[in-house]
């Protein structure tokens, strides 16, 4: 790719633009967009002028959302006004609703009146919804068309379309009836009408439809299209495959950060300056810091059993880290399996049951081995061995029960099951992995203590 750019430069200085348009052709527009990427934003305009007018708009869809916006705003009103007109429309609704509104206004007031209609349209439907991510350029027939009414009618505008696969079948009130692919349309007699082809179980979302759902819709029926009604059946646009995978791909990268107690970002990371990066991560690293002085206050309410037995501070870390890990495991699976529909907080009783018997094994796995670990190789006594792995069993057993239950409830109560997920679970075990250690720590010190006084007055 650079000695291609390093071609084009070369034509750009010669200003030999016929050739370079030429070799422009032999290039696809995503492979384009990620060369003048590439580019400082002055050669970056110079190249984009140059190229075809048919290949310009295609190219300036595919470039990152923050260099579009930068070259809108160096454009002049004419130009800006004609790529958002030839953009899908989208596309077109997706860049104004990023920008400041009083560009939009002037950009949208030198626009043709159809394109400034439907892109105040897609606007005013709620973000991340079906209706804020369609796109009204679809095919729609009629029903009483016979098949060779309907190829003339796709042959004739079906080129301003964003997909000829699926077409929709609709009533005089635009009411959706039923759909046709175009498969069916060219493997049907000429004369059948459409009515006749058409499958009349209309499988549709409403412009409301939170965008993940639509998403999950279009992945559990396998369609690269997905019809949006209004609230009256009225077709209203359609939602395509390419918008699905920014959408899968912006929400896994959402539901990431937040597992990580960063609050989300639309930049890419290169391109986020470090005082917005600051901003995004000292909240929550702020809040884990004040809820963790509680691990430090319970250590200091146990003081006296740690001089009794010093030993028992060196395990701490052990099995502090042992109960946050296994929260997190706990955390990270219920939260993935919340996100693709696969569990229910009326599941929440099942899940609970799995997960003890899953804390019970692990947790006498990890007893064993250390308890192996204590004896052979740290050499300590009996008792501090018993004491540190009986703890870890109710640890894993804690955080387990903690990890499954915090993404549920926060499913249940309206939050994002994300949030609770490692920073946030594993200070929460920390805490009562402590209690739990110093408590059966403190019991069986007693119970030492009692036994060796019950010996002594035997003696």
């Known amino acids: 790719m650079d000695d291609i750019l390093l071609k084009f430069k070369e034509l750009i200085e010669k200003k030999s633009y016929k050739e370079f348009r030429e070799h422009c052709s032999d290039i696809n527009e995503a492979d384009m967009a990620s060369l003048l990427e590439e580019l400082e934003m002055p050669e970056l305009l110079t190249f984009f002028r140059i190229l075809p007018k048919d290949m310009a708009a295609d190219v300036f869809a595919y470039l990152p959302i923050d260099i579009q916006q930068e070259m809108i705003l160096k454009f002049s009103l004419g130009e800006a006004a ?48 079906a209706g804020s991510i369609m796109t009204t350029e679809y095919e729609a027939l009629k029903q009483n068309l016979t098949v060779t009414q309907a190829i003339e009618k796709i042959r004739k505008d079906g080129i301003d379309k964003e997909t000829i696969n699926n077409c929709y079948v609709l009533d005089p009130q635009r009411h959706l009836i039923g759909t046709v692919t175009l498969r069916q349309i060219l493997f049907a007699d000429p004369a059948t009408e459409i009515g006749d082809i058409m499958t009349d179980h209309v499988i549709s979302v409403t412009t409301s439809t939170d965008q993940e759902e639509v998403a999950r819709e279009i992945q559990k029926y396998d369609f690269s299209a997905m019809p949006v009604v209004d609230s009256e059946n009225r077709m209203v646009g359609i939602v395509t495959i390419d918008d699905i995978i920014d959408i899968l791909q912006q929400e896994a990268t959402e539901d990431i950060e937040k597992m990580a107690a960063i609050s989300p970002s639309d930049m890419p990371y290169l391109k986020t300056g470090v005082f917005e990066t600051w901003k995004k991560r000292i909240p929550w690293l702020l809040l884990l810091m004040i809820s963790a002085t509680f691990t430090g206050l319970i250590i200091q309410s146990y003081e006296d059993s740690l001089k009794v037995i010093p030993i028992l501070t060196a395990f701490i870390p052990m099995i502090m880290d042992t109960g946050g890990n296994a929260g997190s495991q706990a955390s990270v699976s219920i939260i993935r399996a919340l996100s693709l529909n696969e569990l229910e907080f009326r599941d929440i009783g ?6 003890i018997r899953v804390a019970v094994l692990i947790g006498a796995t990890l007893a064993c081995a250390n308890f192996v670990k204590l004896l052979l190789i740290d050499r300590v006594e009996t008792t501090v061995a ?58 069986m010190l007693d119970f030492s203590a009692a036994a060796a006084e019950a010996a002594a007055m035997v003696h």
């Open 350 to 355: 099942r899940t609970i049951w799995k997960e």
């Open 386 to 443: 018993f004491v540190v792995c009986f703890t870890l069993v109710a640890t894993v057993f804690v955080a387990k029960f903690v990890g499954c239950t915090l993404p549920l409830l926060a499913k249940k109560l309206g939050f994002d099951p994300a949030v609770m997920a490692s920073p946030f679970i594993t200070t929460i075990v920390d805490a009562l992995s402590l209690v739990v250690y110093f408590m059966i720590a403190s019991s």
């Open 82 to 129: 004609r790529i958002i007109e030839d953009l899908d429309v989208d596309d077109a609704a997706d860049l104004m609703d990023e920008m400041p509104s009083n560009v939009v206004t002037r950009l949208l007031n030198n626009t043709d009146k159809e394109t400034r209609d439907t892109i105040n349209a897609l606007l005013k439907y709620e973000s991340d919804s």
